[in-house]
């Protein structure tokens, strides 16, 4: 069975500090997708990216940044700088070679000015 | 990237119609398409897995009767709720794979939000 986790329900950050969002994950498959999607009130899901399971390298975009480690099954999202703009609600999702997306239960972020 | 179009974005119904979502992928074909539901302050959960000419697989506890899913060509995906009631207010999502044997790549439709009154 696939789950993904993500321990924090609610985050408030004030402006401009560091924000890490946790995600960790359990499949058994050895081929999967990793995903963080971003839906602002308006609801619709904004992709920020995919990861494979052989690729660890982790990834900076921007103000965005991506830890993949797959010895502790674990999928972290760090914004740099954070603004009221990244004010939403995070997901973390999981998804297998051709199946469907298990998400994580999401994590609302408040970025207060 | 590949765009999935879902359509309405929003609707409101009255208790006892029924509503049908359109979810088209328009510039890639697509077998399989998912539908997902989300509640208010939750996740989104797949209810049913509609593939290209075949009968759609539904998740535990989704009705089939009542969430029904036709998925006639290799563009479009419907997903009728029928009598609708209060308690189906949510936000359906849907997400078209590519048929392509290599790029199994999935994409979301921007979401259907639906308000039964």
């Known amino acids: 069975a696939q789950k993904v986790t993500q321990a924090q329900t609610e985050i408030s950050v004030v402006e401009k500090e560091d924000v890490t969002l946790d995600c960790v994950y359990e499949t058994r498959d050895t081929t999967y997708y990793l995903f963080w999607y971003k839906q602002p009130p308006s609801g619709e899901l904004v992709f920020l990216i995919r990861r494979n399971s052989f690729d660890e390298q982790n990834e900076i975009s921007g103000r965005y940044s991506w830890n993949f480690q797959k010895s502790t099954s674990s999928f972290n999202f760090t914004i740099t700088a954070s603004q009221v703009v990244d004010s939403a609600v995070y997901f973390c999702?999981?998804?297998?070679?051709?199946?469907?997306?298990?998400f994580g239960p999401g994590t609302r972020l408040s970025v207060l000015p | 990237g590949a765009v999935v179009s879902q359509h309405p974005s929003r609707v409101i119904c009255k208790s006892g119609t029924s509503v049908k979502i359109e979810c088209r992928s328009l510039d890639f074909q697509a077998t399989t398409m998912f539908w997902y539901r989300q509640f208010p302050k939750q996740s989104l959960m797949l209810m049913a897995t509609?593939?290209?000419?075949?009968?759609?697989?539904?998740e535990q506890g989704v009705e089939k009767d009542k969430f029904l899913i036709n998925h006639a060509s290799l563009t479009l995906s419907t997903l009728t709720v029928t009598s609708a009631h209060p308690e189906d207010s949510s936000f359906y999502i849907c997400?078209?794979?590519?048929?392509?044997?290599?790029?199994?790549?999935?994409?979301f439709g921007q979401g259907t939000r639906l308000t039964v009154v």
């Open positions: 999702a999981l998804r297998n070679y051709g199946q469907n997306f298990v």
């Open positions: 997400s078209a794979k590519n048929r392509d044997p290599v790029n199994t790549e999935a994409f």
């Open positions: 509609s593939n290209e000419g075949s009968k759609a697989t539904y």
